[in-house]
């Protein structure tokens, strides 16, 4: 079933990630390079919603975001003993770009693609036995990621402002809404109450056979 989401009505050229509104936010602060970008979102905490794993991919945002005129190099450092740095900064229109994106991804919801819903349209190829058993193991990696984000936001409740872990918080929500999800379909199915085998597909399919030739 397709969810009924609401789409963005303007075309947008410019190739959009959560990197790029990193980048974008970071140089909205004040003027910097590459590597101290990366360092600032590690620091905050933030690569556990934005992918710094690989540098080049800050590079490669970089020069879309340079070659879109949202940013534009401020200065070339030369220091002793350390690489050639680019200073990056933010254009004016870099800066208003920020905020009508900013001010549309948390207004608007826009239809995201993952894995794992994929995986779950096709999860009649797979045995009952099978899918509670990954549906387990799934369970327990998700148990897992819950409690280690609250170790960490009850490590920095007294020393970081809400405001600065809400996106902790909705990974939270979200992670503790899949793992209700997942327990429930497990226990449908060890309840009896969601059931298949390949008789009942093999059935299925006829059935949709047949309704084709009307």
Not at 75 to 94: F, I, N
């Amino acid at each position: 079933m397709t969810s009924i989401i609401m789409t963005m009505t303007k075309p947008n050229k410019i190739q959009r990630s959560p990197l790029a509104l990193a980048v974008l936010a970071l140089l909205a602060e004040e003027p910097m390079h590459p590597y101290r970008m990366q360092q600032l979102i590690i620091e905050r905490r933030k690569d556990e919603v934005i992918n710094v794993r690989q540098r080049a991919g800050i590079y490669q945002t970089i020069e879309r975001l340079l070659r879109d005129g949202l940013i534009s190099i401020k200065e070339t450092l030369h220091e002793v003993g350390k690489p050639v740095r680019t200073v990056y900064e933010l254009t004016e229109e870099g800066r208003k770009y920020l905020f009508e994106w900013l001010r549309e991804v948390i207004s608007t919801p826009i239809q995201e693609f993952p894995q794992f819903p994929a995986a779950l349209s096709f999860l009649a190829l797979l045995t009952m036995e099978d899918v509670l058993q990954l549906f387990e193991k799934r369970a327990a990696a998700l148990t897992k990621a819950v409690n280690q984000i609250d170790s960490e936001l009850q490590m920095v409740k007294d020393m970081v402002p809400r405001l600065f872990v809400l996106e902790s918080e909705l990974s939270r929500a979200v992670l503790s809404a899949e793992l209700q999800w997942v327990q429930s379909v497990s226990e449908d199915i060890r309840g009896g109450l969601l059931v298949w085998d390949e008789e009942w597909l093999r059935e299925i399919a006829k059935q949709n056979s047949m309704e084709e030739h009307y």
